[in-house]
């Protein structure tokens, strides 16, 4: 009975929500995080999907080591969220923080070598599940797909 219930408030849902794009963007997104966050803990890495955008912003940053608020800025992020994750990615030995030469007011944030392991590790998983989606769709499908993906991006990001 209660399933039924369940079943009935889903499909009552999907049939209004389902309609909107932002809905089912959202729902999509869900999802894949979701399947991400489980594919994180099966490779035996303790982090969250939500941390990685940090990651891979110290990560592509090279030897121009970015602080702080460089990081929330170009994630457009809170400073004291940032602070949160990054203090979390600290203990876990993926980061470390390191005053800044010329400013000593300034944080900078450098990966750590089990920090720029688990980056490679957490690219080549985070291609293996996306391939696992987009192989199912035709290339056309999935070319137009991902041509809308970025026009709506390109739309919100203004």
């Given at each position: 009975m209660v399933i039924d219930?369940?079943?009935?408030?889903?499909k009552k849902i999907s049939g209004r929500m389902g309609k909107l794009s932002i809905f089912t963007?959202?729902?999509v997104g869900h999802?894949?995080?979701?399947k991400a966050n489980r594919e994180l803990v099966r490779?035996?890495?303790?982090?969250?999907?939500?941390q990685l955008p940090i990651l891979f912003t110290?990560?592509?940053s090279g030897d121009d080591l970015p602080s702080q608020q460089e990081i929330a800025n170009l994630l457009h992020k809170d400073k004291s969220g940032?602070?949160?994750?990054?203090?979390?990615?600290?203990?876990?030995g993926y980061l470390r923080i390191v005053s800044?030469?010329?400013d000593r007011r300034k944080n900078l944030i450098q990966l750590t070598p089990a920090g720029q392991l688990v980056i490679e590790k957490v690219i080549q998983t985070a291609e293996g599940i996306d391939k696992q989606v987009?192989?199912?769709l035709p290339a056309e499908e999935l070319d137009s797909f991902m041509t809308t993906l970025r026009k709506i991006s390109s739309l919100l990001d203004k």
């Open positions: 219930k369940e079943a009935e408030l889903r963007i959202t729902h999802l894949m995080g979701k490779s035996g890495f303790s982090l969250q999907l939500e110290i990560y592509f940032i602070q949160r994750s990054i203090r979390t990615l600290e203990r876990d800044d030469d010329v987009t192989d199912q």
